[in-house]
């Protein structure tokens, strides 16, 4: 059988938000950005990549979702794939390849899937085409994002150091393909530094603390409806980066001293504070976009209602709970676990969500109905 290889990567969830390129074609982000990546069965992208017979298969083909795709139409990924196949060694490496992708995400929900698509491709070519080491990192079958197991002896342990360096490698090309995507490559909170080169061959992730620095954190994905046409975030920014004022501000003020404050409040456990930056820094990446012009409306009434029931929430209780919006009306809520029960109560009777999954570690509130 040919080379084969499969990988499952999830997610991730900005606190302090990558909003403007300084290079559009390499994505080289105005700023650093911080993220949460998400250790969810409901929410992940898997997909398989393997080398074809050159005799049976002339090109390179993909599936997603299990449609066939029109290779050509999807620009980022053949950019990534010609990336990959320049960095390769392999004698063997222009033979044709077959990509199978499969999002777990619900079609209908209109989350973002590109963070965690574009990871899990990036990964599964970096392994079929041995690029930056011969070795398979870890197994055929691996999870990005769980790079902190446990190992045992020296020589697993330099295994391990050679793989998050190999992942940082490698999370260059995925920015390539999608910039949120770098910080996909590995578990935890990530850090996805802008990087000084012209080139971006220094604009990589970095893991900054594991996730069981702060077991005690939950993530709530909540899908509310979404009435608007969508601005995409590539023409968003592009747009932002053009037009608007304070982009300036926060890219070089708001954004450096925010991934200051989340990292000493995590490494504190601080909640007030981790929960009150990342809305903050929500907000005012939702002011560039008003600043932007003409203006983008990511957040919508729902978003809304949510935003004020979580301020209700927190003068009353204290700040036990925290929200974070991305290019969409979605809310990503935060809070500790001893805090989800009964802030999921009440969230649930006030806007009467169904279809709830349960899960212990992340929650999606799927066709949620607000009034
Ligand atoms: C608001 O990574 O989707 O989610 O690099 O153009 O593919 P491109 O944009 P993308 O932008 C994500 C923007 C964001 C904030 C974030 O994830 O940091």
């Known amino acids: 059988m040919e080379k084969e290889i499969t990988c499952v990567a999830p997610p991730n969830i900005a606190l302090i938000k990558y909003w403007g390129k ?3 074609n390499l994505i080289i982000p105005l700023n650093n950005s911080f993220s949460i990546t998400l250790d ?3 929410l992940f992208t898997k997909t398989t990549v393997r080398f074809c017979d050159p005799k049976k298969n002339e090109e390179d083909k993909f599936t997603l979702n299990e449609k066939p795709q029109k290779l050509a139409s999807h620009k980022r ?5 010609a990336k990959i196949r320049e ?3 392999l004698p063997n490496k222009d033979d044709p390849i077959e990509i199978d992708s499969m999002n777990s995400f619900p079609t209908a929900a209109g989350l973002a899937s590109s963070s965690s698509g574009i990871a899990a491709l990036t990964y599964c070519l970096g392994n079929l085409f041995e690029v930056y080491g011969t070795e398979p990192l870890q197994l055929d079958q691996v999870e990005i994002g769980k790079s902190t197991k ?3 002896g020296k020589n697993e342990e330099n295994k391990q150091v050679a793989d998050l360096l190999r992942r940082e490698k490698l999370s260059a090309i995925s920015r390539q393909g999608s910039g949120s995507s770098c910080r996909s490559m590995f578990g935890g909170f990530v850090e996805w530094i802008a990087g000084e080169k012209n080139d971006g061959s220094d604009s990589r992730a970095k893991q900054i603390f594991p996730k069981s620095v702060w077991p ?3 993530v709530l994905v909540c899908v509310v409806r979404s009435e608007q046409k969508k601005v995409s975030s590539t023409l968003g920014m592009r747009r932002s980066v053009e037009t608007s004022e304070y982009i300036d501000k926060f890219s070089t003020k708001v954004v450096p001293k925010n991934i200051k404050q989340i990292k000493q409040a995590i490494q504190s456990q601080d909640f007030e504070t981790f929960a009150n930056v990342t809305m903050k820094n929500s907000n005012a990446f939702h002011s560039v976009c008003l600043d932007t012009f003409p203006p983008i409306f990511y957040l919508n009434q729902d978003s809304k209602k949510v935003i004020d029931f979580v301020h209700s929430w927190n003068d009353i ?7 974070t919006f991305d290019a969409g009306p979605n809310p990503v809520l935060i809070m500790l676990n001893k805090n989800l029960p009964s802030f999921l109560d009440a969230f649930v009777q006030t806007f009467q ?8 570690l992340q929650q999606i509130l799927k066709d949620s109905q607000f009034n």
């Open 150 to 152: 446990k190992q045992e």
């Open 317 to 323: 209780f204290g700040t036990q709970v925290g929200y």
């Open 40 to 42: 969810s069965s409901d």
């Open 87 to 89: 960095k390769s060694s």
């Open 216 to 218: 005690e954190l939950r």
């Open 77 to 81: 990924i053949v950019n990534l794939i």
């Open 22 to 24: 300084k290079d559009e």
């Open 353 to 360: 969500i169904e279809n709830l999954v349960n899960q212990p």
